[in-house]
């Protein structure tokens, strides 16, 4: 190490740091740092220009020093702007945020993804579990959506009933991966309806609670789906329906139906039923009518038919399907089971395997192929 060329370029390089704009005192110490990194560096790795290297590393130095007092000074300046002691604000971040993550803006898939991490409080690698997605995935749409959201003003957010539908499509996603997503849309839904006094919120709530009542009825020891007409109605919490009734009565009470009110209210006949054989299906045909009515919706239309049928007949509930587009996802399940209650065992059979190659998940697909096979070996 040349430490005579070292002590004489020292000079020249604090007098081009002082010239870019550096006071003296902080050149003289990111010069010093400067020398001491060439002291370590040069004898392994000499540079062709000394002079040059070590106004590069002594800037950065300054800049370093600069950054890093600019950064302390802001500290400072918020512990002086911190609020005095006392009562918090009246205004619910969490219930902002609510609305936030649920931005029209967003894809139905980020709202869910961003509501969960933001207001959920899980990991990107749970959310990415639970959808059984690369966690890189997952980071990504969280982070498209971040960044969606961060250009939005607070009052400019998604209204309840897209709030509503995101917490909805977090229930819907069931009970894969290490997360609940059930068992959590009901957590966030309480959350919800602790800040909001709203009927739909209320609707929504009591909806996922009869819904989740049944849940352990859901399935066999094998993992094959068990019908509602064929569950263990023993096996169904007691506890979470009468929950979810009250919490019905009390909305149904205010005289501002929504259609997850409306959904509750079938849901709660339902359970309400001691046996499926005493369901009370007219009175689910009347809220089917209801539903309709709110939403105008194809799928509800096609629940309402398996409803007729139960009500009125397999012949009626046929009448019901004929009258819809024979492409809305389980149409053909509907019909399959409505022409086999009519006695059509042929016909129904050919349905439920048609049926069956259209599933949406494995689950339902090994449903539908039992009962195509169930009513082959009966012909």
Not at 58 to 76: G, K, P, Q, Y
Not at 230 to 254: F, H, K, M, P
Request: charged content about 25%.
């Amino acid at each position: 190490m040349d430490e005579v060329l070292l002590r004489n370029l020292t000079p020249s390089v604090l007098a081009i740091l002082v010239r870019r704009g550096a006071d003296f005192a902080a050149a003289e110490d990111a010069v010093q740092d400067a020398l001491v990194e060439a002291v370590r560096v040069w004898p392994a790795d000499p540079p062709r220009d000394p002079k040059g290297w070590l106004v590069t590393v002594a800037w950065r130095r300054f800049l370093d020093t600069v950054r890093a007092d600019a950064a302390r000074r802001r500290r400072e300046d918020l512990v002086n702007e911190e609020p005095a002691p006392g009562p918090a604000p009246a205004a619910d971040d969490t219930l902002r945020l609510y609305f936030l993550c649920a931005h029209p803006s967003l894809t139905p898939s980020s709202a869910v993804a961003l509501t969960l991490r933001a207001v959920g409080g899980l990991t990107t690698r749970q959310i990415a579990r639970a959808y059984l997605v690369p966690e890189a995935t997952m980071a990504q749409r969280i982070s498209r959506a971040k960044r969606t959201v961060s250009r939005l003003r607070f009052d400019q957010p998604g209204d309840v009933a897209t709030v509503l539908r995101v917490l909805y499509l977090v229930f819907n996603e069931g009970y894969s991966g290490d997360v609940d997503l059930a068992a959590e849309a009901i957590r966030l839904t309480r959350q919800l309806a602790a800040v909001i006094d709203h009927p739909e919120v209320a609707g929504l709530l009591a909806l996922m609670l009869l819904h989740h009542a049944r849940r352990a009825a859901r399935t066999a020891p094998d993992g094959s789906l068990v019908p509602l007409a064929e569950q263990d109605r023993g096996r169904w919490d007691t506890a979470s329906i009468a929950e979810g009734v009250a919490i019905l009565q009390a909305a149904l009470a205010r005289d501002r139906l929504g259609e997850f009110q409306a959904q509750a209210a079938i849901a709660a006949l339902h359970a309400d039923a001691p046996t499926a054989e005493e369901t009370d299906w007219v009175q689910i045909v009347e809220w089917y009518d209801e539903l309709a009515h709110l939403t105008d919706s194809p799928i509800v239309r096609l629940n309402r038919a398996v409803a007729v049928g139960e009500a009125d007949g397999p012949r009626a509930g046929l009448a019901a399907l004929a009258a819809l587009d024979d492409s809305l996802p389980r149409h053909t399940a509907v019909a399959a089971y409505l022409h086999e209650r009519d006695g059509d065992l042929a016909t129904a059979a050919r349905l439920y395997a048609e049926a069956a190659q259209k599933a949406p998940n494995l689950a339902e697909r090994g449903h539908l192929t039992r009962q195509a096979a169930r009513l082959n070996a009966r012909r």
